[in-house]
């Protein structure tokens, strides 16, 4: 009998406990579970001028994966622009600096904005955040010359270059989005420091012709004057139309040329070339130390020195090939970095 009343007990435990887990479960049955929503991906309607850098910061985009439909038809809507080619009301073609948040298009209300990664080491920390007030130009040195100058002295001692350098140039070859930094003393043989990549820029092969076309120039020029209160952080501004490009105009009878075409920082541009900020701080650093006369500026739509100066485009003016054999002149001054092929050659004593 003892032991028939020691496995009721037991059994009714279980049964007890049994019966409050199913009691648990029709509870949570009744309560709304809690839900995943989407957001809708709408179409984008095209932005007002005035909303144009924001739009596009919103809405920047990576090569992997590809911008969307809707996308490629609000960027290709933009209205033109009011005002001459000044870059900071510019706005066509974006690249981004930082990783977009999760998902592409259609995206999970549940994920939290992303932070953006911090500046480079040294960077000025208002490059993050874009101009809070107007700059002098030494106001602007002040504060982004510590950290610029540190990382340009560790990129001139990687290259084993001298520094400070007296001379600067800077060779923009357009099919592979590079800007290189070269610099010597003197006198001396100009030295490769670093080849920076262009982040934006627009167009395709061949000169600048008119305002609006949205091509990059190609040439040789200066830097005319050191911009400390860009909306694209630092800038500074090539001297576009030099005097080959208004000769060439003036026999085709072309008169509006355009103008403001810049080098400055962030990821977008139309006919500038956009660096980013830590290399748009060193380059207008350096630039501001050695003297804009001291800086001579290439650019050209590829490497002429891998295979000298290519067969004109039928669809090019008649003078680009005398341009280009001047581009390459100009070029061969400075030496190019060994290809990755090359340098794998040299490896095995070749």
Same mark, same amino acid.
């Given at each position: 009998?003892?032991?028939?009343? &020691?496995?009721?007990?037991?059994?009714?435990?279980?049964?007890?406990?049994?019966?409050?887990?199913?009691?648990?479960?029709? /509870?949570?049955?009744?309560?709304?579970?809690?839900?995943?929503?989407?957001?809708?991906?709408?179409?984008?309607?095209?932005?007002?001028?005035?909303?144009?850098?924001?739009?596009?910061?919103?809405?920047? =985009?990576?090569?992997?994966?590809?911008?969307?439909?809707?996308?490629?038809?609000?960027?290709?809507?933009?209205?033109?622009?009011?005002? @001459?080619?000044?870059?900071?009301?510019?706005?066509?073609?974006?690249?981004?600096?930082?990783?977009?948040?999760?998902?592409?298009?259609? %995206?999970?209300?549940?994920?939290?904005?992303? %932070?953006?990664?911090?500046?480079?080491?040294?960077?000025?920390?208002?490059?993050?955040?874009?101009?809070?007030?107007?700059?002098?130009?030494?106001?602007?040195?002040?504060?982004?010359?510590?950290?610029?100058?540190?990382?340009? @002295?560790?990129?001139?001692?990687?290259?084993?270059?001298?520094?400070?350098?007296?001379?600067?140039?800077?060779?923009?070859?357009?099919?592979?989005? &590079?800007?290189?930094?070269?610099?010597?003393?003197?006198?001396?043989?100009?030295?490769?420091?670093? +080849?920076?990549?262009?982040?934006?820029?627009?167009?395709?092969?061949?000169?600048?012709? +008119?305002?609006?076309?949205?091509?990059?120039?190609?040439? &040789? /020029?200066?830097?005319?004057?050191?911009?400390?209160?860009? +909306?694209?952080?630092?800038?500074?501004?090539?001297?576009?139309?030099?005097?080959?490009? +208004?000769?060439?105009?003036?026999?085709?009878?072309?008169?509006?040329?355009?103008?403001?075409?810049?080098?400055?920082?962030?990821?977008?541009?139309?006919?500038?070339?956009?660096?980013?900020?830590?290399?748009?701080?060193?380059?207008?650093?350096?630039?501001?130390?050695?003297?804009?006369?001291? &800086?001579?500026?290439?650019?050209?739509?590829?490497?002429?020195?891998?295979?000298? =100066?290519?067969?004109?485009?039928?669809?090019?003016?008649?003078?680009?090939?005398?341009?280009?054999?001047?581009?390459?002149?100009?070029?061969?001054?400075?030496? %190019?970095?060994?290809?990755?092929?090359?340098?794998?050659?040299?490896?095995?004593?070749?």
């Amino acid at each position: 009998m003892e032991r028939l009343a &020691i496995a009721a007990i037991c059994f009714g435990s279980v049964a007890a406990s049994f019966a409050g887990m199913l009691a648990i479960l029709r /509870y949570a049955d009744q309560e709304q579970a809690p839900q995943l929503t989407y957001a809708p991906t709408e179409p984008v309607p095209a932005p007002r001028p005035a909303d144009r850098e924001s739009w596009l910061r919103s809405r920047s =985009v990576i090569l992997d994966p590809p911008p969307s439909p809707a996308e490629q038809t609000a960027v290709a809507a933009l209205p033109p622009s009011d005002e @001459t080619e000044n870059p900071d009301t510019w706005s066509a073609e974006t690249h981004a600096e930082t990783q977009p948040a999760p998902g592409w298009g259609t %995206r999970l209300s549940i994920f939290p904005p992303q %932070r953006a990664p911090s500046a480079p080491p040294g960077m000025s920390p208002a490059a993050k955040s874009g101009p809070q007030k107007s700059y002098s130009l030494s106001e602007k040195l002040a504060e982004i010359s510590p950290g610029a100058t540190q990382r340009l @002295t560790a990129k001139f001692a990687t290259a084993k270059v001298a520094w400070p350098p007296a001379e600067m140039a800077l060779v923009a070859i357009k099919d592979e989005k &590079i800007v290189e930094l070269h610099a010597r003393q003197p006198g001396a043989e100009w030295k490769l420091v670093h +080849r920076y990549p262009v982040l934006a820029a627009s167009g395709r092969s061949g000169p600048k012709l +008119r305002q609006g076309d949205r091509q990059v120039p190609e040439g &040789i /020029y200066g830097i005319s004057f050191l911009n400390p209160n860009s +909306r694209y952080h630092v800038s500074m501004r090539v001297n576009y139309p030099n005097a080959f490009d +208004r000769e060439m105009a003036a026999k085709e009878g072309r008169s509006d040329l355009g103008g403001d075409i810049m080098i400055h920082g962030k990821a977008l541009s139309v006919g500038c070339l956009a660096v980013g900020d830590a290399a748009a701080e060193e380059l207008f650093v350096l630039a501001a130390q050695v003297g804009l006369p001291s &800086i001579k500026l290439i650019i050209a739509p590829t490497d002429f020195r891998r295979g000298g =100066v290519p067969t004109a485009d039928q669809s090019q003016p008649a003078w680009v090939p005398k341009l280009y054999t001047e581009v390459a002149a100009a070029m061969t001054d400075y030496k %190019r970095p060994p290809s990755a092929f090359g340098g794998l050659l040299s490896f095995f004593g070749n």
